[in-house]
Protein backbone atom coordinates (compact mmCIF):
# COMPACT_ATOMS: atom_id res chain seq x y z
CA UNK A 1 0.00 0.00 0.00
CA UNK A 2 1.11 3.74 -1.02
CA UNK A 3 1.96 6.09 1.70
CA UNK A 4 -0.45 8.14 0.65
CA UNK A 5 -3.44 5.50 0.90
CA UNK A 6 -2.03 4.82 4.66
CA UNK A 7 -2.28 8.50 5.12
CA UNK A 8 -5.24 9.00 3.81
CA UNK A 9 -7.10 5.95 5.33
CA UNK A 10 -5.95 6.86 8.41
CA UNK A 11 -6.56 10.24 8.36
CA UNK A 12 -10.12 9.11 7.27
CA UNK A 13 -10.75 6.90 10.01
CA UNK A 14 -9.09 9.23 13.26
CA UNK A 15 -11.35 12.43 12.07
CA UNK A 16 -14.49 10.27 11.27
CA UNK A 17 -15.03 12.00 7.49
CA UNK A 18 -16.51 9.32 6.19
CA UNK A 19 -19.79 6.79 7.19
CA UNK A 20 -21.49 4.21 5.03
CA UNK A 21 -24.41 5.93 3.23
CA UNK A 22 -22.72 8.91 2.31
CA UNK A 23 -23.23 10.80 -0.73
CA UNK A 24 -19.83 12.58 -1.64
CA UNK A 25 -19.41 15.23 -3.91
CA UNK A 26 -15.42 15.50 -4.65
CA UNK A 27 -14.22 18.94 -6.17
CA UNK A 28 -11.92 18.34 -9.16
CA UNK A 29 -9.62 20.75 -10.94
CA UNK A 30 -7.80 18.05 -13.20
CA UNK A 31 -4.62 18.77 -10.92
CA UNK A 32 -2.44 16.48 -8.98
CA UNK A 33 -4.96 16.89 -5.92
CA UNK A 34 -8.13 16.81 -6.87
CA UNK A 35 -7.27 13.66 -9.39
CA UNK A 36 -5.98 11.85 -6.33
CA UNK A 37 -8.97 12.40 -4.44
CA UNK A 38 -11.05 11.34 -6.85
CA UNK A 39 -9.61 8.16 -7.92
CA UNK A 40 -9.03 7.41 -4.07
CA UNK A 41 -12.74 8.11 -2.87
CA UNK A 42 -14.16 6.01 -6.52
CA UNK A 43 -11.90 2.82 -6.35
CA UNK A 44 -12.52 2.84 -2.06
CA UNK A 45 -16.48 3.44 -2.74
CA UNK A 46 -17.29 0.22 -1.55
CA UNK A 47 -15.22 -0.25 1.13
CA UNK A 48 -16.25 3.08 2.85
CA UNK A 49 -20.06 2.27 1.51
CA UNK A 50 -20.45 5.39 -0.56
CA UNK A 51 -21.36 7.28 -3.37
CA UNK A 52 -19.01 9.47 -5.47
CA UNK A 53 -19.31 12.38 -7.86
CA UNK A 54 -17.53 14.69 -9.48
CA UNK A 55 -17.83 18.33 -9.85
CA UNK A 56 -15.77 20.85 -11.84
CA UNK A 57 -15.61 24.47 -12.68
CA UNK A 58 -14.00 26.06 -15.48
CA UNK A 59 -12.97 29.40 -14.45
CA UNK A 60 -12.19 30.65 -18.15
CA UNK A 61 -9.08 32.55 -16.88
CA UNK A 62 -6.68 30.21 -18.86
CA UNK A 63 -8.22 30.06 -22.16
CA UNK A 64 -7.86 26.65 -23.88
CA UNK A 65 -6.12 25.25 -21.54
CA UNK A 66 -9.10 26.00 -18.88
CA UNK A 67 -10.91 24.09 -21.27
CA UNK A 68 -8.44 21.02 -21.74
CA UNK A 69 -8.85 20.40 -17.97
CA UNK A 70 -12.51 20.63 -18.64
CA UNK A 71 -12.16 17.62 -21.50
CA UNK A 72 -9.63 16.06 -19.17
CA UNK A 73 -11.75 15.77 -16.07
CA UNK A 74 -14.70 14.92 -18.27
CA UNK A 75 -12.86 11.94 -19.91
CA UNK A 76 -11.78 10.71 -16.84
CA UNK A 77 -15.52 10.27 -15.30
CA UNK A 78 -16.72 8.86 -18.22
CA UNK A 79 -14.06 6.46 -18.67
CA UNK A 80 -14.54 5.00 -14.94
CA UNK A 81 -18.54 5.90 -14.31
CA UNK A 82 -18.45 8.40 -12.27
CA UNK A 83 -21.32 10.97 -12.47
CA UNK A 84 -19.85 14.36 -13.44
CA UNK A 85 -21.29 17.65 -12.80
CA UNK A 86 -19.93 21.11 -14.52
CA UNK A 87 -19.84 24.34 -15.39
CA UNK A 88 -18.39 27.72 -16.55
CA UNK A 89 -18.28 30.58 -15.28
CA UNK A 90 -16.75 33.94 -16.54
CA UNK A 91 -14.84 34.89 -13.55
CA UNK A 92 -13.15 37.84 -14.96
CA UNK A 93 -16.46 39.54 -15.89
CA UNK A 94 -17.77 38.62 -12.56
CA UNK A 95 -14.73 40.45 -11.15
CA UNK A 96 -16.32 43.39 -13.10
CA UNK A 97 -19.61 43.35 -11.30
CA UNK A 98 -18.54 42.25 -7.83
CA UNK A 99 -15.53 44.75 -7.73
CA UNK A 100 -13.93 42.08 -5.74
CA UNK A 101 -10.11 40.27 -6.06
CA UNK A 102 -9.81 37.32 -8.46
CA UNK A 103 -8.67 34.53 -5.86
CA UNK A 104 -12.32 35.67 -3.75
CA UNK A 105 -14.58 36.32 -6.69
CA UNK A 106 -13.18 32.93 -8.38
CA UNK A 107 -13.75 30.72 -4.58
CA UNK A 108 -17.24 32.59 -4.33
CA UNK A 109 -19.01 31.46 -7.40
CA UNK A 110 -17.19 27.79 -7.12
CA UNK A 111 -18.47 26.61 -4.14
CA UNK A 112 -21.62 28.61 -4.89
CA UNK A 113 -21.94 25.91 -8.03
CA UNK A 114 -20.83 23.24 -5.01
CA UNK A 115 -24.07 23.91 -2.85
CA UNK A 116 -26.25 23.54 -6.24
CA UNK A 117 -24.76 20.46 -7.34
CA UNK A 118 -24.80 19.06 -3.85
CA UNK A 119 -28.60 19.97 -3.54
CA UNK A 120 -29.16 18.35 -6.96
CA UNK A 121 -27.96 15.28 -6.24
CA UNK A 122 -28.95 15.04 -3.01
CA UNK A 123 -24.70 14.55 -1.38
CA UNK A 124 -24.21 15.36 2.20
CA UNK A 125 -20.51 15.76 2.05
CA UNK A 126 -18.33 18.00 -0.40
CA UNK A 127 -14.54 16.55 -0.43
CA UNK A 128 -11.58 18.88 -1.56
CA UNK A 129 -8.18 17.63 -2.64
CA UNK A 130 -5.76 19.88 0.22
CA UNK A 131 -2.64 18.10 1.47
CA UNK A 132 -0.62 18.42 4.28
CA UNK A 133 1.61 20.78 2.20
CA UNK A 134 -1.20 22.97 1.75
CA UNK A 135 -1.97 22.94 5.38
CA UNK A 136 1.64 24.33 6.52
CA UNK A 137 1.56 27.28 4.26
CA UNK A 138 -2.06 28.38 5.42
CA UNK A 139 -0.81 28.04 9.00
CA UNK A 140 2.38 29.98 8.39
CA UNK A 141 1.00 32.70 6.02
CA UNK A 142 -1.61 33.55 8.77
CA UNK A 143 1.05 33.22 11.58
CA UNK A 144 2.81 36.14 9.50
CA UNK A 145 0.10 38.01 8.80
CA UNK A 146 -0.71 38.24 12.67
CA UNK A 147 -4.04 36.15 12.54
CA UNK A 148 -4.61 34.96 15.98
CA UNK A 149 -7.56 32.34 17.34
CA UNK A 150 -8.62 29.85 15.92
CA UNK A 151 -7.44 31.27 12.21
CA UNK A 152 -4.01 30.49 13.59
CA UNK A 153 -5.37 26.54 13.16
CA UNK A 154 -5.03 26.83 9.13
CA UNK A 155 -7.64 24.69 7.41
CA UNK A 156 -9.81 22.16 9.34
CA UNK A 157 -10.29 18.43 8.32
CA UNK A 158 -14.36 18.85 8.31
CA UNK A 159 -16.46 22.03 8.59
CA UNK A 160 -20.06 22.33 8.08
CA UNK A 161 -21.26 23.68 4.31
CA UNK A 162 -24.39 24.41 2.47
CA UNK A 163 -26.93 21.25 3.74
CA UNK A 164 -23.98 18.97 4.63
CA UNK A 165 -19.82 19.13 5.20
CA UNK A 166 -17.03 19.91 3.96
CA UNK A 167 -14.12 17.42 4.10
CA UNK A 168 -10.45 17.64 3.89
CA UNK A 169 -9.67 13.92 3.57
CA UNK A 170 -6.14 14.29 2.19
CA UNK A 171 -4.75 16.88 4.84
CA UNK A 172 -2.39 13.64 6.06
CA UNK A 173 -0.48 13.28 2.93
CA UNK A 174 2.23 15.45 1.62
CA UNK A 175 2.30 16.92 -1.97
CA UNK A 176 4.85 14.51 -2.63
CA UNK A 177 2.53 11.28 -1.64
CA UNK A 178 -0.02 12.63 -3.61
CA UNK A 179 1.99 13.01 -6.79
CA UNK A 180 3.56 10.09 -5.89
CA UNK A 181 -0.40 8.18 -6.03
CA UNK A 182 -1.05 9.90 -9.19
CA UNK A 183 2.38 8.09 -11.24
CA UNK A 184 1.97 4.81 -9.71
CA UNK A 185 -1.66 5.19 -11.12
CA UNK A 186 -0.83 7.02 -14.34
CA UNK A 187 -3.17 9.60 -13.75
CA UNK A 188 -1.50 12.26 -15.66
CA UNK A 189 -2.98 14.81 -14.09
CA UNK A 190 -3.47 18.57 -15.50
CA UNK A 191 -0.38 20.96 -14.45
CA UNK A 192 -1.51 24.61 -14.02
CA UNK A 193 2.04 26.66 -14.49
CA UNK A 194 0.44 29.80 -12.05
CA UNK A 195 1.34 27.46 -8.98
CA UNK A 196 5.35 27.75 -9.87
CA UNK A 197 5.19 31.55 -10.43
CA UNK A 198 6.85 32.96 -7.07
CA UNK A 199 4.74 35.91 -7.19
CA UNK A 200 1.92 34.36 -5.16
CA UNK A 201 2.33 34.38 -1.91
CA UNK A 202 1.35 31.01 -1.36
CA UNK A 203 4.03 29.64 -3.89
CA UNK A 204 6.24 31.72 -2.66
CA UNK A 205 5.99 29.56 0.79
CA UNK A 206 5.44 26.51 -0.84
CA UNK A 207 8.96 27.14 -3.20
CA UNK A 208 10.95 28.62 -0.40
CA UNK A 209 9.84 27.92 2.70
CA UNK A 210 8.47 24.26 2.76
CA UNK A 211 11.56 22.68 1.28
CA UNK A 212 13.60 24.41 4.18
CA UNK A 213 11.26 22.80 6.38
CA UNK A 214 11.15 19.58 5.66
CA UNK A 215 15.24 19.34 5.31
CA UNK A 216 15.01 20.12 9.01
CA UNK A 217 12.70 17.22 9.32
CA UNK A 218 10.44 15.26 7.38
CA UNK A 219 7.46 14.55 9.37
CA UNK A 220 7.82 18.10 10.28
CA UNK A 221 3.97 18.21 8.43
CA UNK A 222 2.76 15.86 10.90
CA UNK A 223 3.30 18.29 13.58
CA UNK A 224 1.75 20.77 11.57
CA UNK A 225 -1.53 19.10 11.71
CA UNK A 226 -1.42 17.83 15.52
CA UNK A 227 -0.43 22.30 15.64
CA UNK A 228 -3.96 23.11 14.06
CA UNK A 229 -5.73 20.37 16.00
CA UNK A 230 -4.17 21.21 19.22
CA UNK A 231 -5.30 24.80 18.37
CA UNK A 232 -9.03 23.70 17.64
CA UNK A 233 -9.28 21.51 20.70
CA UNK A 234 -8.37 24.52 22.83
CA UNK A 235 -10.11 27.16 21.46
CA UNK A 236 -13.39 25.14 21.33
CA UNK A 237 -13.15 24.97 25.31
CA UNK A 238 -12.40 28.85 26.13
CA UNK A 239 -14.37 29.85 23.56
CA UNK A 240 -17.32 27.74 25.31
CA UNK A 241 -16.39 29.76 28.33
CA UNK A 242 -16.01 33.10 26.94
CA UNK A 243 -19.83 32.67 25.58
CA UNK A 244 -21.30 32.59 29.28
CA UNK A 245 -19.18 35.29 30.09
CA UNK A 246 -19.76 37.60 27.23
CA UNK A 247 -23.35 37.20 27.34
CA UNK A 248 -23.07 38.49 30.69
CA UNK A 249 -21.34 41.86 30.18
CA UNK A 250 -23.11 42.65 26.72
CA UNK A 251 -26.28 43.46 25.11
CA UNK A 252 -26.33 42.05 21.25
CA UNK A 253 -28.86 43.24 18.31
CA UNK A 254 -28.79 42.27 14.83
CA UNK A 255 -25.87 44.55 13.70
CA UNK A 256 -24.09 46.10 16.54
CA UNK A 257 -23.26 44.78 20.03
CA UNK A 258 -22.93 47.21 23.12
CA UNK A 259 -20.31 46.10 25.63
CA UNK A 260 -19.92 47.06 29.47
CA UNK A 261 -16.04 47.87 29.69
CA UNK A 262 -15.85 47.24 33.48
CA UNK A 263 -17.43 44.20 33.28
CA UNK A 264 -15.36 42.79 30.31
CA UNK A 265 -12.34 43.84 32.22
CA UNK A 266 -13.02 41.39 35.34
CA UNK A 267 -13.24 38.58 32.81
CA UNK A 268 -9.98 36.69 32.58
CA UNK A 269 -7.56 38.23 29.51
CA UNK A 270 -7.67 35.10 27.98
CA UNK A 271 -11.48 35.07 27.93
CA UNK A 272 -11.22 38.87 27.21
CA UNK A 273 -9.16 38.21 23.67
CA UNK A 274 -11.99 35.21 22.14
CA UNK A 275 -14.46 37.65 23.62
CA UNK A 276 -13.54 40.11 21.27
CA UNK A 277 -13.47 37.43 18.42
CA UNK A 278 -16.60 36.19 19.43
CA UNK A 279 -18.44 40.01 18.81
CA UNK A 280 -15.88 40.02 15.65
CA UNK A 281 -17.09 36.51 14.40
CA UNK A 282 -21.15 37.84 15.03
CA UNK A 283 -20.86 41.16 13.32
CA UNK A 284 -18.95 39.39 10.28
CA UNK A 285 -20.91 36.38 10.15
CA UNK A 286 -18.18 34.13 11.05
CA UNK A 287 -16.04 35.28 8.34
CA UNK A 288 -13.49 37.30 10.18
CA UNK A 289 -10.13 36.54 7.91
CA UNK A 290 -9.26 39.82 7.64
CA UNK A 291 -9.21 40.55 11.19
CA UNK A 292 -5.62 39.74 12.45
CA UNK A 293 -4.29 40.44 16.33
CA UNK A 294 -3.22 43.77 15.66
CA UNK A 295 -7.24 44.39 15.28
CA UNK A 296 -7.99 42.94 18.43
CA UNK A 297 -4.85 44.15 20.36
CA UNK A 298 -6.59 47.73 19.36
CA UNK A 299 -9.62 46.78 20.13
CA UNK A 300 -7.60 46.00 23.91
CA UNK A 301 -6.28 49.18 23.73
CA UNK A 302 -9.15 50.94 23.59
CA UNK A 303 -11.28 49.14 26.45
CA UNK A 304 -8.20 49.44 28.67
CA UNK A 305 -6.93 53.02 27.68
CA UNK A 306 -7.33 55.91 30.27
CA UNK A 307 -9.45 58.50 27.58
CA UNK A 308 -12.68 57.18 28.24
CA UNK A 309 -13.65 58.49 24.35
CA UNK A 310 -12.25 56.70 20.79
CA UNK A 311 -13.16 54.94 17.95
CA UNK A 312 -11.74 52.50 15.90
CA UNK A 313 -12.46 51.49 11.89
CA UNK A 314 -12.55 48.18 11.27
CA UNK A 315 -12.63 46.22 7.91
CA UNK A 316 -15.78 46.38 5.99
CA UNK A 317 -17.29 49.43 7.69
CA UNK A 318 -17.55 48.23 11.61
CA UNK A 319 -16.88 50.90 14.17
CA UNK A 320 -16.11 50.11 17.75
CA UNK A 321 -16.81 53.06 19.21
CA UNK A 322 -16.02 53.61 23.16
CA UNK A 323 -18.17 56.40 25.46
CA UNK A 324 -17.04 56.04 29.12
CA UNK A 325 -17.79 52.53 30.41
CA UNK A 326 -19.11 51.35 27.28
CA UNK A 327 -18.30 50.52 23.60
CA UNK A 328 -20.45 50.11 20.84
CA UNK A 329 -19.72 47.85 18.14
CA UNK A 330 -21.73 48.76 15.28
CA UNK A 331 -22.13 48.47 10.97
CA UNK A 332 -24.27 52.03 11.00
CA UNK A 333 -23.12 54.81 10.17
CA UNK A 334 -23.08 57.73 12.94
CA UNK A 335 -25.18 60.60 12.14
CA UNK A 336 -23.75 64.16 12.51
CA UNK A 337 -25.95 65.95 14.96
CA UNK A 338 -28.20 69.11 13.80
CA UNK A 339 -27.56 72.03 15.23
CA UNK A 340 -30.87 73.77 16.51
CA UNK A 341 -31.54 77.25 18.01
CA UNK A 342 -35.43 77.45 19.25
CA UNK A 343 -37.18 80.49 21.02
CA UNK A 344 -38.99 79.80 23.99
CA UNK A 345 -41.61 81.75 25.24
CA UNK A 346 -44.24 81.60 28.67
CA UNK A 347 -46.49 78.85 28.00
CA UNK A 348 -44.64 76.93 24.89
CA UNK A 349 -43.28 73.49 25.19
CA UNK A 350 -40.31 72.60 22.65
CA UNK A 351 -39.43 68.97 21.77
CA UNK A 352 -35.79 67.90 20.71
CA UNK A 353 -35.31 64.31 19.73
CA UNK A 354 -33.82 61.83 21.63
CA UNK A 355 -33.58 64.30 24.69
CA UNK A 356 -35.91 66.51 26.25
CA UNK A 357 -39.66 68.05 25.88
CA UNK A 358 -38.79 71.30 27.10
CA UNK A 359 -41.67 73.82 28.73
CA UNK A 360 -41.69 76.89 30.90
CA UNK A 361 -44.62 78.56 32.62
CA UNK A 362 -44.64 80.99 35.05
CA UNK A 363 -45.17 80.37 38.79
CA UNK A 364 -46.46 76.90 40.17
CA UNK A 365 -47.32 74.35 37.80
CA UNK A 366 -47.46 69.67 38.36
CA UNK A 367 -43.75 68.60 38.66
CA UNK A 368 -43.01 64.76 38.33
CA UNK A 369 -40.55 63.04 40.51
CA UNK A 370 -38.63 62.18 37.41
CA UNK A 371 -38.81 65.69 35.78
CA UNK A 372 -35.89 68.04 35.75
CA UNK A 373 -36.64 72.07 36.31
CA UNK A 374 -35.22 74.83 36.90
CA UNK A 375 -36.73 78.09 38.80
CA UNK A 376 -35.87 81.37 37.54
CA UNK A 377 -36.38 85.01 38.93
CA UNK A 378 -38.74 86.74 36.12
CA UNK A 379 -36.53 90.25 37.04
CA UNK A 380 -32.76 88.56 36.68
CA UNK A 381 -33.43 87.07 33.23
CA UNK A 382 -34.66 88.12 29.75
CA UNK A 383 -37.43 85.84 27.78
CA UNK A 384 -37.16 84.52 25.18
CA UNK A 385 -34.97 81.56 26.97
CA UNK A 386 -33.15 80.49 23.76
CA UNK A 387 -33.05 76.47 23.40
CA UNK A 388 -29.95 75.32 21.39
CA UNK A 389 -26.56 73.35 20.90
CA UNK A 390 -23.66 74.18 22.47
CA UNK A 391 -20.85 76.67 20.57
CA UNK A 392 -17.21 76.71 21.37
CA UNK A 393 -16.53 79.11 24.03
CA UNK A 394 -19.64 78.28 26.23
CA UNK A 395 -19.50 78.97 30.08
CA UNK A 396 -21.72 78.60 32.83
CA UNK A 397 -21.63 79.85 36.27
CA UNK A 398 -22.46 77.08 38.64
CA UNK A 399 -24.91 76.68 41.26
CA UNK A 400 -23.14 77.19 44.31
CA UNK A 401 -20.05 77.96 43.11
CA UNK A 402 -17.44 80.70 42.39
CA UNK A 403 -16.54 81.19 38.73
CA UNK A 404 -17.53 79.81 35.62
CA UNK A 405 -16.95 76.77 33.88
CA UNK A 406 -16.71 75.89 30.34
CA UNK A 407 -19.44 73.64 29.09
CA UNK A 408 -16.97 71.47 27.53
CA UNK A 409 -15.10 70.39 30.97
CA UNK A 410 -19.21 70.15 32.77
CA UNK A 411 -19.94 67.16 29.96
CA UNK A 412 -16.52 65.71 30.47
CA UNK A 413 -17.00 65.62 34.36
CA UNK A 414 -20.74 64.05 34.12
CA UNK A 415 -19.53 61.76 31.82
CA UNK A 416 -22.17 62.63 29.18
CA UNK A 417 -21.04 60.20 26.20
CA UNK A 418 -19.19 61.90 23.54
CA UNK A 419 -21.60 61.82 20.59
CA UNK A 420 -24.76 62.69 22.55
CA UNK A 421 -22.50 66.22 23.65
CA UNK A 422 -22.97 67.92 20.61
CA UNK A 423 -26.92 67.84 20.10
CA UNK A 424 -27.36 68.06 24.17
CA UNK A 425 -29.63 70.71 24.87
CA UNK A 426 -28.55 74.40 26.22
CA UNK A 427 -31.00 76.91 27.98
CA UNK A 428 -29.45 80.91 27.84
CA UNK A 429 -31.65 83.56 28.11
CA UNK A 430 -32.36 86.53 25.36
CA UNK A 431 -29.27 88.72 26.83
CA UNK A 432 -27.20 84.89 26.36
CA UNK A 433 -26.46 83.72 29.81
CA UNK A 434 -26.27 80.37 30.14
CA UNK A 435 -28.98 79.06 32.97
CA UNK A 436 -29.24 75.46 32.70
CA UNK A 437 -27.86 72.43 30.28
CA UNK A 438 -30.97 70.15 31.48
CA UNK A 439 -30.05 66.73 33.06
CA UNK A 440 -26.65 67.87 34.15
CA UNK A 441 -26.04 70.78 35.93
CA UNK A 442 -28.00 74.45 37.29
CA UNK A 443 -26.59 77.68 37.14
CA UNK A 444 -26.15 80.25 39.98
CA UNK A 445 -29.82 81.63 38.52
CA UNK A 446 -31.28 78.48 39.90
CA UNK A 447 -33.79 79.45 42.86
CA UNK A 448 -35.43 76.19 43.88
CA UNK A 449 -36.25 74.67 45.95
CA UNK A 450 -37.70 78.36 46.84
CA UNK A 451 -41.56 78.13 45.63
CA UNK A 452 -42.43 80.93 47.07
CA UNK A 453 -43.30 84.61 45.22
CA UNK A 454 -43.55 84.68 41.73
CA UNK A 455 -41.20 83.09 39.20
CA UNK A 456 -40.58 81.06 36.17
CA UNK A 457 -40.16 77.85 36.14
CA UNK A 458 -38.69 75.70 33.34
CA UNK A 459 -39.34 72.26 33.21
CA UNK A 460 -37.08 69.40 31.20
CA UNK A 461 -39.65 66.34 30.93
CA UNK A 462 -38.19 62.52 30.52
CA UNK A 463 -34.33 63.46 31.24
CA UNK A 464 -31.92 60.78 30.02
CA UNK A 465 -29.53 61.15 33.04
CA UNK A 466 -30.81 61.72 37.28
CA UNK A 467 -29.90 65.61 37.98
CA UNK A 468 -26.55 66.25 39.37
CA UNK A 469 -26.69 69.13 41.86
Not at 237 to 252: G, H, I, N, P, R
Amino acid sequence: MLAFEKKTLAFIKRHGLLERGDKVCAAVSGGPDSMALIHFLANRSRQFGIEVAAVHVDHMLRGEESKKDLEYVRSYCEKNNIPFFFTSIDIRQKIKLDKKGMQETAREYRYLFFAEVMKQWGANKLAVGQHADDQMETILMRLARGSSGKARAGIRAARPFSEGMIIRPLLGATKEQVEAYCDFHELKPRKDPSNERPDYTRNRYRLEILPVLKKENERVHEHFQRFSEDILEDEAFLEKLAKQQLAKVSEKAEREIRVRIPAFLNMPLPLQRRGIHLILSYLYKKNIDMITSRHVSSIGRLFKGENPSGKLDLPLGLHVIRSYETCLFTFEEEERPTEYHYDLQEGEEIFIPGHFAIQLKKDNMPIRPEDDYIQLDPSAVTLPLIVRTRVPGDRMTLKGMGGNRKIKDIFIDEKIPLEKRDSWPIIADASGRILWIPGVKKSCFDLSPKMDGSYYICIAKQPGRQQSQ
